[in-house]
């Protein structure tokens, strides 16, 4: 972990340089690496925040009374595709969807798939704020991962 917290430090120019004199007056040795790894979260969830989502859902029971729930999804294209988890929209009779600016979509399961528990929705937007997909081959056992979203309504 030191090693990729070490690569963070190279890479981020925002991040404390343990070399220079002025970091040497500060805490040195894990409190540098974990103040690299603040550095290297926020910047993630600056990023790709404005791409979150807010799903919610609602489904008519064998009782015919309505029930929700709701989770978290992506934008992943500009013009409205949005990954979320099969779990929170399989058996929806509504898909609503909220961006970080507040707008509100009804959307569109356009896939699912239970088995890995994935599906994409669509909303009637345009040049939305898309996440760039990363490439899966490349991560590595023990490599830390960031998970961002809007669980529950709270606020990204």
Do not use: C, W
């Not at 929700?68 to 999804?73: A, E, F, I, L, V």
């Not at 798939?113 to 937007?125: H, K, T, Y």
């Amino acid at each position: 972990m030191k090693a990729n917290l070490r690569r963070i430090l190279d890479e981020n120019p925002r991040a404390v340089d343990i070399e220079s004199d002025s970091a040497r007056s500060e805490p040195s040795g894990d409190a540098q690496l974990l103040d690299a790894y603040s550095v290297a979260v926020s910047g993630a969830a600056e990023k790709v925040s404005p791409a979150v989502v807010h799903v919610e859902i609602t489904n008519s029971k064998a009782s015919g009374r309505p029930s929700g729930g709701s989770g978290s999804g992506f934008v992943f294209t500009p013009d409205g595709f949005i990954l979320t988890n099969s779990h929170v929209v399989t058996d929806a009779s509504t898909v609503s969807v909220t961006l970080l600016d507040g707008r509100r979509f009804a959307a569109d399961m356009v896939g699912n798939d239970p088995d890995s528990d994935l599906a994409v929705l669509r909303i009637g937007a345009l040049k939305l704020a898309a996440a760039e997909l990363g490439d899966s081959a490349a991560v590595k056992v023990g490599q830390v991962a960031i998970a961002i979203g809007s669980p529950y309504g709270f606020q990204y």
